[in-house]
């Protein structure tokens, strides 16, 4: 089996959590792709950051089609995850739920719920912070799943 590469959505990835990531991965000796369709401002460490066209969903599509089944994504798109999922490659979210195909349904239903009500005017979208207590989630749900992944090779 391959090396695990962690691949990060860094279009709307919070600073804690790329920069978690990164020292994660120099212990253990990983490659990050930070990819996006603009360049995003973390301490790289010699990992790459790879800037797609400014495409609709480019970043999106130039992972699913270079992860590999023993990758790590990170992602905040569910829609995106859903793709991953269907390929057999391991996805989190950077508040700390881990996508599956036990619960990747249910959560496109859930995301297609809120939409919905958003368009009718019923529930108002609002930019929901990054606190510690979500960085912290995340960060068990990383290492947790990391761990997985590393057993595995």
Not at 70 to 96: M, P, Q, Y
Not at 116 to 121: C, D, E, R, S
Request: net charge negative.
């Amino acid at each position: 089996m391959s090396k695990t590469v962690i691949w990060i959505d860094a279009d709307s990835c919070p600073l804690p959590v790329r920069n978690h990531c990164t020292k994660t991965a120099a212990k253990y000796n990983l490659d990050i792709n930070f990819v996006a369709n603009t360049s995003i401002s973390c301490d790289f460490n010699n990992y790459k950051m790879i800037v797609t066209d400014s495409i609709k969903d480019s970043a999106d599509n130039y992972i699913l089609e270079n992860a590999a089944e023993n990758d790590l994504v990170i992602t905040r798109d569910i829609l995106f995850a859903s793709r991953l999922v269907e390929k057999h490659i391991t996805v989190i979210n950077d508040r700390g739920t881990e996508f599956t195909g036990e619960n990747i349904r249910e959560l496109l239903s859930e995301r297609e719920y809120n939409y919905n009500l958003a368009q009718i005017g019923l529930v108002k979208h609002y930019k929901e912070g990054y606190d510690k207590k979500k960085f912290e989630k995340f960060a068990n749900c990383f290492d947790k799943v990391l761990t997985r992944l590393l057993g595995t090779v």
